[in-house]
């Protein structure tokens, strides 16, 4: 069962889907990457899958994205968000534990809300954009390093966001964290050769996902 929803910001608000599992176990407010929304196959592929694994959902879009801008929201601006989006899903998760979830650039804005102080019961990264493409030597990993909840890496091993040595490296460094390594998978978990819908890719990763964040 879906619901359309508006959630209040201090200056605006921004549109959700809840998606609600039968018996919920656990709840997830999920975020988009930058180039797409809330609405696209893979995240919604995504989050119907882990409704049949009991998992309750709540995705949303970033202002930039409702306002149908292409570029996002500064970090400032996103991390706001991530904290009022989480306020309004605790208040719909009826005391599940409440796990925030992203892809790309979503991911990385809650673990940076996170990082200063957004209570959530841990954190999944579908495709967490550890450096630029071609730019490894620039690594956004610094405020990574001060958040204790567990963390889940969804990752691609031919993703050039995130080359797969460095990705191991700042693993290593973080005790909280474990990873699901997609072989051959892209950024967007596509595998040359494996002619896949996103909606089918995005549902793929909801077991191994769920089978982390259930109770």
Known sequence: MTDELSLPLDDG???ATLTRATDPVAFVIVAHGAGAGKDHPFLVGFTEA???EGVSSLRFNF???DAGRKFPDRAPAAVAVWHAVTRAGRELADDLPVWAAGKSFGGRMASMAVAEGMDVAGLVFLGYPLHAPG???KLRDEHLYGIGVPMLFVEGTNDPFAERPLL???L???????????EGGGHSFEVKGNKRTPDVIGASLASSVAAV???
């Not at 290593?172 to 997609?182: E, F, N």
């Open 168 to 170: 191991e490296g700042v």
């Open 50 to 52: 882990l409704a049949t």
């Open 213 to 215: 964040i259930r109770p």
């Open 63 to 65: 202002p930039y994205m």
């Open 172 to 182: 290593a460094k973080l005790p909280t964290a474990t990873v699901d390594w997609i």
């Open 13 to 15: 608000a921004v549109t």
């Open 135 to 137: 730019k490894p030597e």
